[in-house]
């Protein structure tokens, strides 16, 4: 495996499971865990909020409010990044929460606007048309972060509400997050 994909794997274990231990990811990816903990500094110094400590209860973790953000990553990095994703998430498994997920990666990296039905918490439908920039995880969910045409801001999508998802032919060239 080479060192970019081994890196982005490691972000996106850490940000499902919170923490591990350096012995565990040296295990899953076949490297000692002295190449481990160079990955943590390499990440570290690349600006990702991940550290590790000592102890019994010690490992490796990584913020709980990081947001990737696609707007610093090439084209190339976004695809391995979401295919990462896709392979590790799944969002819960089932074919047409991959076929969502699928769908929202494709327009994130075509710049596409998308047009889906949200339930919010209450379970109550509306129809949204977006511009979507970022896919989060926190608190064991996935969530959209996009630009709103309807509302004119930005809005958060917990993904497993969202129905219905269609790509529009329109394409944005705007980055709203800065």
């Known amino acids: 495996m080479q060192v970019n994909n081994r890196l982005f794997e490691i972000v996106y274990i850490l940000m499902q499971k919170k923490k591990v231990t350096a012995k565990e990811l040296a295990k899953r990816f076949e490297v000692s865990t002295r190449t481990i903990y160079r990955d943590v500094e390499v990440l570290s110094g690349a600006n990702i909020p991940i550290y590790a400590s000592k102890g019994k209860d010690g490992g490796i973790e990584i913020l709980d409010e990081y947001i990737l953000n696609k707007t610093i990553l090439s084209e190339k990095e976004q695809n391995q990044i979401l295919f990462a994703l896709q392979g590790m998430e799944k969002v819960g498994g ?78 944005t060239e705007k980055i709203y997050l800065k």
Request: proline content about 1%; hydrophobic content about 35%; overall charge negative.
């Open 94 to 171: 089932q074919d047409e929460k991959e076929e969502r997920f699928e769908i929202i990666k494709s327009a994130i990296l075509n710049k596409n606007i998308i047009r889906f039905n949200y339930y919010n918490s209450n379970g109550e439908e509306s129809k949204r048309v977006v511009e979507p920039l970022q896919i989060w995880f926190k608190d064991k969910s996935w969530y959209l972060i996009s630009y709103c045409i309807d509302k004119e801001d930005y809005r958060v999508f917990k993904i497993t509400r969202i129905r219905e998802i269609e790509i529009l032919e329109e394409h």
